[in-house]
């Protein structure tokens, strides 16, 4: 059994990108999502049939990786984002080892894969490399594929995508190819052609493709051997070719694998450093979830919520978005830990993006176009924008924790003008008079439209960050009218957003005719919302009586001590009797009150939990079942490992 599965299911043993190619290997080691140029967009492997297979012929019998008979180890063994896979089947007598990576300089995916011998006699061993690709993320049926005798390639090509499929075994090329169909006209994929120990060798074919390559071993008794494997993408086959040849002409797979080791060993010098304060059993799952919060990141900006596609399943669309939202907590730890250029392009991508009014949609494709929304312009008859306001606020609060950090004239030349000046005069303007808080939007969660006590907290902190930028800039006329208005929506959040009946803060307020309906729901973002952007003081009678709340609502099983994200939260819930699956971002947000609180015995419950129900890879979900022990995956999640960060980060503090 995989030791993943331990954890409960979770869809991918582990990611590796280079901020333009991303792949994404399943729980059978097989290729599961392979995104390019994009990371995010253009999944040309997403969907059935397109699992990139591995198989072995030995001793006239076939075993795919996925038929059961093969046990799984996976982990990050190398400081680096290089996964590793131990596949072993006892029924064969054969292990396989994967080292698997993205370049960092080039868009290619290695494999550098062990192939051992257990038992105590010479045999003729066959590895099959399968290979299917839809394109573009297309289901038009009109890919290509073709053999190369030139390179001693296979080509996959569509439009301005191309793949080159090529591999090494003791210095020479595969032996055999074949190329054929699946999917369409009856044909259940070429990988079959595999299972006999031998390829008919087709060598080319149009419309929905496949190909599988052959390397051949005669290995002595408890011998092994290594088949560097590796799929070089390009925007043309001219350059999926370059990039080919710059393996053979800088030495090998090899040494691009450990260059690649060394670049993210530099990479991760702040992360490491910081790690070294934290007690040992902690050190690990920080260091690797800050490189996975760096695969999560497009070259570009673009921040996922999430690379993995697993929602498909059962949801009309996966989390291969940014949602300035996500994007913002993101960037925060990274920013605490001494990062730099991640922020600056998420900024540079975000003002790029950002509405000629000054504010943020939804959520955006990496390419920065607007993603799919369930966001209306009418409301109950009232036309208002389809966004949630705290998205643009975020923005305006995490940039003016970057100046503090990292004071530049040349930033505030760069932002203020362009996107600092236009948010905060959105979120000055965008206040009801009848409350004297922001308007109604959609809360953080996506499903409400209503003035929550969260995006009230994000919005007021905004407007406080955006007047000391103005106040650094010499801007005094704005700063003064930003903080005036700062100072009204306290005011009025003071007044009108705590819930004496419930000892809580509101979920939110909305005003109907001359009536102000309130949601009673209890809601953890409103009171880690209200705590982490200063709306209410720590040590408000406020904020004490609603983590009373928490506890007395919430937190039943103290041995695994999660929180929802508010009460009865249906989302991929399967049992009635809980308030919800727990969320790690919202128990996280718990931990960081604790660690403030100074109860750092409580904290490290939490803390302990989430590394214990995280992965061998320590990938973290969105949720937790308490009921199954399972985590919920899209994982890994970007926003959870960003909260474990800045945890640990609190905790070293």
């Known amino acids: ?79 680096a984002l290089v996964g590793h896979t ?25 494999r550098n894969i062990h192939v051992i011998n ?88 149009h419309g929905r493709v496949d190909s599988v390559i052959r390397f051949k071993f005669d290995l002595a008794p408890h011998d092994s051997g290594r088949v560097n494997y590796w799929i070089a993408a390009g925007s043309s086959m001219r350059e999926a070719l370059y990039v080919q040849k710059q393996i053979d002409l800088q030495g090998g797979m090899d040494d691009r694998i450990h260059s690649t080791t060394a670049w993210w060993h530099k990479w991760l010098e702040p992360a490491r450093i910081k790690s070294e304060k934290l007690p ?26 999430s690379t993995d596609t697993s929602l498909l399943n059962y949801s009309r669309d996966a989390y291969t978005y940014c949602w300035p939202r996500d994007g913002g907590f993101v960037i925060w730890p990274l920013i605490r830990l001494g990062y730099q250029d991640e922020a600056l392009r998420f900024f540079a991508f975000c003002k790029k993006t950002m509405h000629p009014d000054g504010y943020l949609m ?34 305006v609060f995490i940039f003016n924790e970057f100046y503090k950090k990292f004071p530049s004239k040349q930033i505030l030349n760069d932002y203020y003008q362009s996107m600092i000046l236009p948010m905060a005069n959105f979120l000055m303007n965008y206040v009801d008079p009848r409350t004297g808080l922001p308007r109604p939007s959609y809360d953080l969660w996506e499903e409400d439209f209503i003035t929550t006590t969260y995006t009230t907290a994000v919005v007021r902190a905004a407007l406080n960050s955006a007047a000391e930028i103005a106040e650094s800039i010499g801007d005094k006329d704005n700063a003064v009218l930003w903080k005036t208005s700062c100072d009204d929506i306290t005011q009025a959040a003071k007044r009108k957003l705590f819930n004496k009946n419930r000892n809580y803060f509101y979920h939110g307020i909305n005003v109907k005719g001359k009536d102000i309906l309130k949601s009673e729901r209890i809601d953890s973002s409103a009171l880690f919302g209200s705590y982490i952007f200063g709306l209410f003081d720590s040590d408000s009678s406020e904020i004490k009586a609603s983590i009373q709340t928490i506890k007395d609502i919430f937190i039943s099983y103290p041995e695994q001590p999660g929180i929802p994200r508010y009460e009865n939260d249906n989302y991929r819930r399967e049992h009635s009797e809980i308030s919800g699956n727990w969320w790690y971002i919202c128990s996280l947000w718990y931990a960081q009150y604790l660690i403030a609180l100074g109860d750092e015995k409580s904290a490290e419950n939490i803390i302990n939990w989430t590394i214990n129900t995280s992965s061998s890879t320590h990938l973290i979900g969105e949720q937790y079942d308490p009921l199954t022990g399972k985590s919920v995956a899209p994982a890994p999640l970007s926003w959870s490992h960003a909260e474990l960060v800045s945890t640990l980060i609190d905790y070293v503090s």
């Open 118 to 205: 257990q038992l105590s006699e010479k045999r003729d061993i066959r590895l099959f490399m399968h290979q299917a690709f839809a394109i573009g993320d297309s289901r038009s049926n009109t890919d290509t594929a073709q053999y190369l005798p030139g390179t001693s390639a296979i080509l996959h090509y569509r439009g301005r995508r191309a793949f080159i499929v090529a591999g090494r075994i003791n210095g020479l090329p595969f032996d055999q190819h074949s190329i054929g169909l699946f999917g369409i006209e009856d044909h259940q994929g070429t990988w079959k052609d595999a299972e006999d120990g031998d390829l008919a060798g087709g060598n080319v074919e």
């Open 362 to 395: 939804h959520k955006y494709r990496a390419d920065g176009a607007i993603g799919s929304s369930w966001h209306p312009y009418i409301h109950d008859d009232v036309v208002g924008q389809p966004i949630q306001e705290d998205e643009t606020a975020l923005v």
């Open 86 to 110: 131990k596949a072993t089947n006892s029924r064969i007598g054969i292990i396989l080892e994967f080292d698997d990576t993205v370049d960092n300089s080039i868009s290619v995916f290695m």
């Open 280 to 305: 040992l059993e902690y050190r690990q799952s920080f260091v690797d979830s800050v490189m996975i919060i760096k695969s999560q990141i497009d070259i570009r900006g673009a921040i996922m919520a």
């Open 1 to 79: 059994m995989s030791t993943i599965e331990l954890v409960g299911y979770m869809a991918r043993a582990y990611v590796l990108s280079n901020g333009e190619l991303h792949v994404g290997i399943n729980l059978t080691g097989f290729v599961h999502d392979f995104y390019y140029p994009y990371v995010g967009l253009e999944n040309h492997a997403a969907g059935l049939g397109l699992r990139h297979k591995i198989g072995v012929w030995v001793d006239d019998i076939f075993s795919w990786l996925d038929d059961g008979n093969w046990n799984f180890e996976f982990s990050y063994p190398y400081d």
